[in-house]
């Protein structure tokens, strides 16, 4: 019989297995590599559960499919019916998001009520990385502050959802931003713009750890050395995910939220 081949992706997912902060002794393994749970024909489940999960962060979200991350919450988790709300606003930081957790905002030309207002199961917030504060320390501790102000205000207000951060895919230091409209970047600020993206998905990895709230890390695993592998990024702008990109982001969250026993 022929050696069973894993598709890289498969592998890229599998490797990095972000620590589970609801075990009491958390075991990383790193040897065991197994797919993405294959879909399952909706004739043959029964759903017997809603879930409601809300998707907040910048165009890191909003370029999401929709369909894409559906399929992945669908494999991962069969017998739910899951509803998507998806509050990615581009060109937004993260003290935007807070207004989405309360507010109702508007996008594109579309109202959007609270996120809170619709009692969703889980909350996942982006880490906002690709539309930071700059290189400094100062800047930092701001994403931070907003990172602690958002989950209190979740805890205060509606202390039912279940909270997940989440670090979407890295950025490529040589490729970063081409084909984007009325943009040229040197070579020398895509590698100082892409540090500094890196270094906020390294604080919100950091935070999530630090303050043992669950994890969905997509940055490690896309990473190819020091830079984020093309395959998984957008080949028209070079900044947001590609198709495999955006289900790897998608499946590193369903995947954290089993991990977690968030559903338990």
Known sequence: ?????????????????????????????????????APVSASFVKKTSNLTIALLGDSMIDTLSVNTCQQSFNNYFPNFNINLLKYGYGSTNIESGLKRLTETTSYLGKDNPSILSQNPDIIVIESFAYNNYGNSQSGIDRHSAALKKMIDTINEQSPHPKIVLAATIAPNSISYGNGLKNYQFSALEKVERTSTIKLYLQ??????????????????????????????????????????????FCDTIAKSIRDNRLLN
Do not use: C, W
Request: hydrophobic share 35%; no cysteine; aromatic share 10%.
């Open 203 to 248: 604080n919100i990895i950091r935070f999530a750890t630090q303050n043992k709230i669950p994890l969905a890390d997509a940055f490690h695993p896309s990473l190819f050395g020091q830079d984020g592998l093309d395959s998984l990024i957008s080949s028209g702008d070079h900044l947001h995910p590609s198709p495999l990109g955006s289900q790897l």
């Open 1 to 37: 019989m022929p050696p069973l081949i894993i598709p890289l992706y498969y592998q890229l997912l599998e490797a990095y297995h972000p620590v589970s902060y609801y075990s009491a002794s958390p075991q990383v393994t790193i040897n065991t590599i197994s797919p993405t749970p």
